[in-house]
């Protein structure tokens, strides 16, 4: 075995990686193929559904492109009990197969990616 500086072959390194997980989700069991869809959905004052029930999807992100908070829940969401998403934030959620409603103080715009 020739060294070079110090250097160290990978043969010298027990247990050594022959292949590198990129996958930042490793516990999830993702398909080998996902479909992405993006919408723009308007939030209205009562409650709005952002997303329809889809037994098939991963994860989805919904992104506030409004000046004003919007809550995003189940059927039942208030401005009380609705998880908030300030101006230009987002809120994802992973294995969420459900229906996505969403309630805001005025009309306010989102954008909805799903996989």
């Keep these: 075995m020739t060294r070079i500086r110090g250097q160290v072959s990978q043969a010298e390194i027990p247990d050594f990686p022959t292949k590198i997980d990129t996958n930042p989700y490793p516990w999830a069991d993702f398909p080998e193929t996902l479909t992405r869809a993006t919408t723009a959905v308007v939030v209205g004052v009562g ?41 230009g934030g987002s809120y994802t959620n992973e294995g969420w197969t459900g229906v996505v409603y969403g309630i805001a103080t005025a009309n306010a715009n989102v954008r909805v990616e799903e996989m």
């Design 47 to 87: 409650a709005t559904q952002i997303l329809a029930a889809k037994a098939d999807r991963v994860v989805y992100m919904i992104y506030n492109n409004s000046d004003i908070v919007v809550y995003v829940g189940g059927a039942d969401v208030t401005l009380a009990n609705g998880i908030p998403i300030q101006r």
